[in-house]
C-alpha cells in the first residue's frame, strides 16, 4: 500500500484495506453562518461536515434568542417608594431604560427632635434657647428666664412710703424697699401720710436710746408717748403724731 495504492512490488501489505481506504471529504467550503433575526439582536447558526453528516455541509440549529431582561427595581431611602427600569431594544441590543421616577429628597435634618439647645445671654438675666422641632430644625431662638428687672435700676413702685425706692439685684430681681440713708419710715397719725423721715424717738428703758446718735435728749423726756409696746412714736403734748410701722 503505497500513497493509498495497492502495489505488488513490495509483497506482503502491511495495512488493511480501511486502513489503505482514504477518508472521504467534504465538497465545498464552509458555508457562511445562518442568521436569525430575533426581537432584539440576531443568533448565527454554522453549517457542519463530517462523518455525521456523512460529509455533506449540514446548517446546525440556532441558539436562542436573547430574552428581553426583567425590570430592575429599587426602593427608595424612604422606605415606602419602589421604582422601575425596564429594558427596550437600542441597535438590536437590550438596554435599560431611565428610572420611571425619581426617589423623594430626604429631608435635611439640622438636629435631633426634641433637642434644646443653649446660647448667650439675653434680656433680664436670661437665657437664649433653642428647640429642634419633629421636622428635625431649630426653632428661633428664645430668651427664657428672665427676671423682673434690669440690674442697677431703681424705681419707687410698689413703694408704700414717700421717698421709699427699691433696686434691682444682680439676678435681676427687686430688692426690698427702702428709704434714703438716715432716715426711717414713719406713719402720721393725722391724714396717715406714710413717709420716709429723719425724726428721732425713744423708748421707755433709756432716756438716751434714739435713732440718731445726735439725738437730742428732749425727745425721750415727753411723757405719754412711749409704753412697753410698740409702735414708737413722736408725740407732742402726749398726742402720738407718728409712729414707726
Request: charged share 20%; aromatic share 8%; hydrophobic share 20%.
Amino acid at each position: 500500500c503505497v500513497g493509498g495504492k495497492w502495489v505488488d512490488s513490495l509483497g506482503t501489505c502491511s495495512k488493511t484495506v480501511a486502513e489503505c481506504t482514504p477518508d472521504p471529504e467534504c465538497e465545498g467550503t464552509q458555508p457562511a453562518d445562518a442568521v436569525k433575526q430575533c426581537e432584539c439582536g440576531t443568533v448565527k447558526a454554522s453549517y457542519k461536515c463530517d462523518a455525521s453528516t456523512n460529509y455533506q455541509w449540514v446548517q446546525g440549529a440556532f441558539p436562542a434568542c436573547p430574552a428581553k431582561p426583567a425590570d430592575i427595581t429599587e426602593t427608595c431611602s424612604d422606605g415606602k417608594t419602589v421604582r422601575t427600569k425596564s429594558y427596550t431594544c437600542v441597535n438590536n441590543v437590550w438596554t435599560a431604560g431611565d428610572w420611571d421616577r425619581e426617589c423623594p429628597e430626604e429631608p435635611v435634618t439640622e438636629c435631633t427632635a426634641g433637642q434644646v439647645e443653649t446660647g448667650a445671654s439675653c434680656g433680664n438675666c436670661g437665657t437664649q434657647k433653642r428647640t429642634c422641632g419633629a421636622d428635625g430644625k431649630w426653632s428661633s431662638w428664645e430668651c427664657s428666664g428672665q427676671g423682673v428687672c434690669v440690674p442697677g435700676t431703681t424705681t419707687a413702685e410698689g413703694c408704700n412710703f414717700n421717698q421709699q425706692t427699691k433696686t434691682c439685684n444682680s439676678v435681676c430681681q427687686w430688692n426690698d424697699c427702702k428709704c434714703p440713708t438716715g432716715s426711717q419710715p414713719w406713719i402720721f397719725s393725722q391724714g396717715g401720710a406714710k413717709e420716709c423721715v429723719s425724726y428721732c424717738y425713744c423708748d421707755t428703758s433709756s432716756s438716751a436710746g434714739s435713732f440718731e446718735p445726735a439725738c437730742p435728749s428732749s425727745q425721750c423726756a415727753r411723757e405719754g408717748c412711749y409704753s412697753d409696746n410698740p409702735p414708737l412714736g413722736i408725740c407732742s403734748g402726749g398726742v402720738v403724731l407718728a409712729y414707726q410701722p
